[in-house]
C-alpha cells in the first residue's frame, strides 16, 4: 500500500508540474453527485460560464452480490455554487432497504471572475446513512463532510490535464472508522490523444482514503485504507454550451482484492 501511495503522488505531481497549456473545460457529475472525478471533488462547478443550469444522472455500482444505484440532481448558481441531492439505493444479498440520502454544496471562490488555471473551491455534504431492514432503526446515523479542493490545468505529455488534491474532514453521530483521519484525495483528468479523439474520450483516476459514501459496504470501501480509482469518461456534447451528456465506465479499488465495476451517465442543460 506504500508503494500504492507513492505512485499514485509521484503521477499527479508529475502532472501538476508540467502544466504548460489551459484544457478545455470539461465537468461532470461523481458518483457522490459533486462535481468532479470519481470519489474526488473538483474545485469546478457544473457549469462556469453560465448562471443557471441543471445537471441529473445515475452511476450504477456492483460487486458480487451488492449493487448500488445513484440517482442525483444538482443546480448551479451565478458560476460559482453548486447544490445537489443523491439517493443511494443499494441492494445487498441479504437486504434491499439500505438506502441512503447524500445532499452536497460547493462554492469556487478563486478565481471570482471566471476559471483560470488555478481553481479553489470549498464545499461539503451531508449523509443520512439508513440500516439494513429488519435492524434497530436507532442505529441509523449522519454524517458530514468538509473539504477545500485546489484544481490546477495543464499538459502531460502534450495531452490537456486538470490536476485535483483535496483535503478534509468527516465526522458523525457514531460508526464513523478512524474519525481522527484527515480526508485526503487526488487526481486527475486526462484527455487522452487529442488528436485522434478531439477531446471527447477523457481518462479520469482518483487516489482517496475517502469514499463516496460513509457507508459504500464491499463497493470500493476506504474505511481503513485509501482506494485507487479510474475509469474512461465520455463528453459527448464537448462544444455546446447549453447542453451537456458525459458517459462513465470505471473500476473502482483497481489494486485490491475489492475490485468494483462502475458505469455512469450524467446530463445537464444551461438558461
Known amino acids: 500500500m506504500k508503494r500504492t501511495i507513492v505512485t499514485c503522488a509521484a503521477v499527479c505531481a508529475c502532472l501538476a508540474w508540467s502544466a504548460a497549456a489551459i484544457a478545455t473545460p470539461f465537468s ?26 441543471v445537471d441529473g444522472g445515475v452511476h450504477y455500482l456492483k460487486n458480487g452480490d451488492t449493487v448500488s444505484t445513484t440517482p442525483k440532481a444538482t443546480v448551479c448558481l451565478f458560476k460559482r ?10 441492494d445487498t444479498k441479504n437486504s434491499s432497504e439500505n438506502n441512503d440520502l447524500l445532499a452536497h454544496a460547493k ?4 478565481p471570482w471572475n471566471g476559471v483560470g488555471k488555478s481553481n479553489l473551491a ?21 454524517c ?4 477545500v479542493a485546489a484544481t490546477y490545468s495543464g499538459e502531460f505529455f502534450s495531452m490537456p490535464a486538470e490536476t485535483t488534491l483535496v483535503f478534509g474532514k468527516t465526522w458523525g453521530d457514531k460508526q464513523i472508522v478512524d474519525s481522527d483521519n484527515i480526508d485526503f484525495s487526488m487526481g486527475f483528468d486526462l484527455q487522452l490523444l487529442p488528436s485522434i479523439f478531439q477531446g471527447y474520450l477523457h481518462w479520469i483516476s482518483d487516489f482517496a482514503n475517502y469514499s463516496y459514501s460513509a457507508n459504500t459496504w464491499n ?6 485504507r485509501a482506494c485507487f480509482n479510474t475509469g474512461a469518461r465520455l463528453a459527448v456534447l464537448k462544444d455546446s454550451n447549453r447542453f451537456k451528456l458525459n458517459i462513465d465506465v470505471l473500476y473502482l479499488d483497481v489494486l485490491d482484492s475489492n475490485r468494483c465495476f462502475g458505469m455512469g451517465v450524467s446530463g445537464g442543460i444551461a438558461f
Open 144 to 147: 458530514w463532510q468538509g473539504y
Open 28 to 53: 461532470s457529475q461523481s458518483i457522490g453527485g459533486t462535481t468532479g472525478l470519481i470519489s474526488t471533488p473538483t474545485a469546478q462547478v457544473a457549469w462556469d460560464g453560465n448562471d443557471f443550469a
Open 122 to 142: 470549498i464545499g461539503g455534504n451531508y449523509q443520512f446513512i439508513k440500516v439494513p431492514a429488519g435492524a434497530d432503526k436507532s442505529e441509523d446515523y449522519r
Open 81 to 90: 455554487f453548486e447544490a445537489g441531492i443523491t439517493y443511494d439505493m443499494q
Open 107 to 110: 462554492f469556487r471562490f478563486f
Open 219 to 224: 463497493l470500493a470501501n476506504s474505511t481503513h
